[in-house]
C-alpha cells in the first residue's frame, strides 16, 4: 500500500500480487479465508453451541432463564446481529484484499485454508478495530501514540506545518504498524512515514480502513459481544463503537500532511537490505519489540536503517511472546523435520528475520542498557510510561488488564 502524493491518500500499486513463495502464499490465501469464514463462524461458536446447551437445561431452569431479567434467548439474538454486523466489516476487508491482491472471490483454491489460528487472527484483528479507529478506543491511543509523537515533535525539530517545509522531507518508520494509526497520526502531522507489518490478518485490515472505508461511522462494531466473560451488565457486553471514527482518506487530503505507504514483511530481513542503510530519520516502535525472538537483530536493523543522529522512540511493555512458544529442543526437532515456522518472509532464516532460531528475554533495564551498548545515546527514559494502559481493553469490563509501559527516546550514534 503506497501513498498517492497528489491526492495524499493510499492507493495498492497497480502491479499488486499474490507473493510468489508458497508459504507467504499459504498464509496470505488462510488470513483471506478466515475472513470469509467469519459469520459462519461466529454464529456456530458463539450462538448456536450457547444455545445447545441452554436448551439441555432442565425445563424449570430454561423457563426461568428466558424470562427477564434474564431473556437469554433474546441475548442470543442479539448477539447474532452483532455478529452480523461485524462479519459485514470483516466480508469488506475480505473484498478490499481479494481487489487488492488480484484473487477472485469465485476462485475455490484459496478457500477452506484457515485454521483454528486464523480464525482467532481474524477475530481479534477486528476487535482491534476498537482501539486504532473508534473514537472510544482514543483513551488508548492517547496513552501510547500521544506521547510517542510528542517526543518525535520535539526531537525531530518541529514548527508549525506552515512553517516547516522541512518536515516534510523526514522520514518515520513505524514496525510493527499494525491497522495503521500510529503510522497515519505520524502522517497528518506532516511526516513521511512508512509502516512495516508481518501479519497478514492486520495489512488486510488496515487496507480497507485506508483505502476504502467510503466514510467516517460507516460500520458499527461490537468488540464485547462475542464473549460472555465479565461483564458487568448485559448493556455493557452489547455496547458498540463506530468505525472508522474519522475518514482517513478526507484526512490525507490535506496539504499539511506528509506522504505513507505500508510495506509487508518480516521487519529484520527486509530493513537490513543495503537499499535501506541510513533511510530514516526516526523510528517509532509501539508495543512491538518484545515481539523479538533475539532482540539484538531488531537493535541491529533499526540501527543499519536509521541516519546517524536519528531518532528512536520505543513505547510499550516487555510481554515477550516467544517466551510461552516452544522450547529450544522443540524448535530443533521441528527445524530437522522441516516444519514451517509462521509467518516469515522466504530468506528470513539467513537474513536474522522472526523465524531465526535462538531467543531471550531481558527486563527493561537491561534493554535499555543493550540499546546504549548497541550504539545508541539515551536521551530520555522512564520505567513507566506517563498514562497506564490496556490493550483492546473494555471499560466496563469486570476484567482490566492493564500495562505500565516502558518509554525511551534515543539517538543513534554519529560513528554506529
Known amino acids: 500500500m503506497e501513498s498517492d502524493p497528489g491526492a495524499r491518500s493510499f492507493q495498492p500499486p497497480a502491479d499488486a500480487r499474490p507473493p510468489s513463495d508458497p508459504e507467504e502464499l499459504r498464509v496470505l490465501y488462510a488470513a483471506l479465508d478466515s475472513f470469509r469464514q467469519y459469520r459462519r463462524a461466529a ?10 446447551s441452554f436448551y439441555s437445561l432442565p425445563s424449570a431452569h430454561m423457563d426461568l432463564l428466558s424470562e427477564p431479567p434474564f431473556s437469554l434467548p433474546e441475548t442470543f439474538d442479539a448477539v447474532d446481529d452483532a455478529i452480523d454486523c461485524n462479519a459485514d466489516i470483516a466480508e469488506a476487508i475480505l473484498t478490499a484484499g481479494l481487489s487488492f491482491f488480484g484473487v477472485s472471490l469465485n476462485d475455490e483454491f484459496w478457500k477452506g485454508q484457515a485454521t483454528p489460528s486464523d480464525m482467532d487472527k481474524a477475530r481479534s484483528t477486528l476487535r482491534q478495530l476498537y482501539r486504532d479507529w473508534s473514537y472510544e478506543g482514543r483513551e488508548e491511543r492517547l496513552a501510547s501514540y500521544f506521547t ?30 499494525g491497522l ?57 457486553q452489547m455496547g458498540s463503537v463506530s468505525v472508522p471514527d474519522l475518514h482517513p482518506c478526507d484526512m490525507l487530503r490535506g496539504t499539511a500532511c506528509g506522504r505513507m505507504s505500508v510495506i509487508s514483511g518480516d521487519f529484520c530481513e527486509l530493513y537490513r537490505r543495503p537499499k535501506h542503510a541510513d533511510a530514516f530519520d526516526g523510528v517509532a516502535t509501539c508495543f512491538f519489540i518484545d515481539t523479538a525472538p533475539n532482540l539484538i537483530n531488531y537493535i541491529e536493523t533499526v540501527t543499519h536503517c536509521l541516519k546517524p543522529g536519528g531518532i528512536w522512540v520505543n513505547e510499550g511493555p516487555l510481554l515477550w511472546h516467544f517466551e510461552a512458544g516452544p522450547t529450544p529442543a522443540e524448535q530443533h526437532k521441528k527445524r530437522q523435520s522441516g516444519g ?49 494502559t490496556g490493550y483492546i481493553q473494555g471499560p466496563a469490563s469486570m476484567l482490566q488488564s492493564i500495562y505500565r509501559p516502558s518509554f525511551w527516546v534515543v539517538r543513534k550514534r554519529w560513528n554506529s
Not at 151 to 171: I, M, T, V
Not at 368 to 379: C, Q
Request: net charge negative.
Open 148 to 177: 510517542m509523537i510528542s517526543a518525535l515533535d520535539l526531537y525531530l525539530p518541529s514548527h508549525s506545518r506552515e512553517e516547516s517545509p522541512q518536515r516534510h522531507q523526514q522520514r518515520i518508520l513505524v514496525p510493527g504498524a
Open 340 to 388: 514451517a515456522n509462521g509467518h516469515q518472509q522466504s530468506g528470513s532464516h539467513a537474513s536474522g528475520g522472526i523465524g531465526e532460531p535462538g531467543s531471550f528475554e531481558l527486563s527493561n533495564d537491561e534493554v535499555v542498557a543493550l540499546v546504549e551498548r548497541l550504539g545508541f545515546d539515551i536521551l530520555e527514559q522512564m520505567q513507566a510510561a506517563p498514562r497506564n
Open 180 to 236: 495503521g494509526r500510529l503510522a497515519f497520526d505520524l502522517c497528518t502531522e506532516g511526516y513521511n512515514v512508512e509502516g512495516n507489518e508481518i501479519s497478514y490478518h492486520q495489512i488486510l485490515a488496515a487496507n480497507y480502513i485506508l483505502n476504502c472505508a467510503s466514510a467516517a461511522g460507516q460500520h458499527q462494531l461490537y468488540p464485547w459481544a462475542l464473549n460472555f466473560s465479565n461483564h458487568l451488565t448485559r448493556t455493557a
Open 43 to 52: 454464529h456456530y461458536n458463539i450462538t448456536h453451541l450457547r444455545r445447545q
